[in-house]
């Protein structure tokens, strides 16, 4: 499974942006997608995921009240909707997706994840 995130920006506080993630390959065999962030100096965090069998979702609670997730299997796509957005916000956005056997369910861990794709930066301006 190959992943392509793209839709990053520069935006000001209070902004929406919206943030695609497209996966070729055997995508098939999704399971879960999830986006996850990295601010300077930080650690990747987990933002969101969503089950692509069945669309339920899941959030952080940083962004749960501001943030969307979805998918569209016909497209092979997952878009994060961002909306409410802080300096807080400011990252690089990462998509992963969960196509290998699993016995338990990790969204918000990075590691459980079997790919990723390219980093897309959202910089959010005060």
């Known amino acids: 499974v190959q992943l392509q995130a793209s839709g990053g920006g520069l935006v000001q506080t209070g902004a929406s942006l919206g943030l695609s993630c497209a996966a070729s390959?055997?995508?098939?065999?999704?399971?879960?997608v999830g986006w996850f962030r990295q601010a300077p100096g930080k650690a990747r965090e987990f933002v969101a995921a969503?089950?692509?069998?069945?669309?339920?979702?899941y959030y952080a609670e940083s962004v749960k009240d501001r943030f969307n997730i979805s998918r569209d299997t016909a497209k092979n796509t997952v878009t994060l909707q961002m909306n409410s957005l802080k300096p807080e916000d400011t990252a690089v956005y990462y998509c992963?997706?969960?196509?290998?056997?699993?016995?338990?369910?990790?969204?918000?861990?990075?590691?459980?994840?079997?790919?990723w794709g390219q980093g897309t930066l959202v910089t959010v301006s005060s």
């Open positions: 969503v089950s692509w069998r069945d669309g339920t979702t």
């Open positions: 992963a997706a969960k196509t290998l056997f699993y016995t338990r369910i990790y969204y918000t861990d990075k590691s459980w994840y079997d790919y």
């Open positions: 390959g055997r995508t098939f065999s999704t399971n879960y």
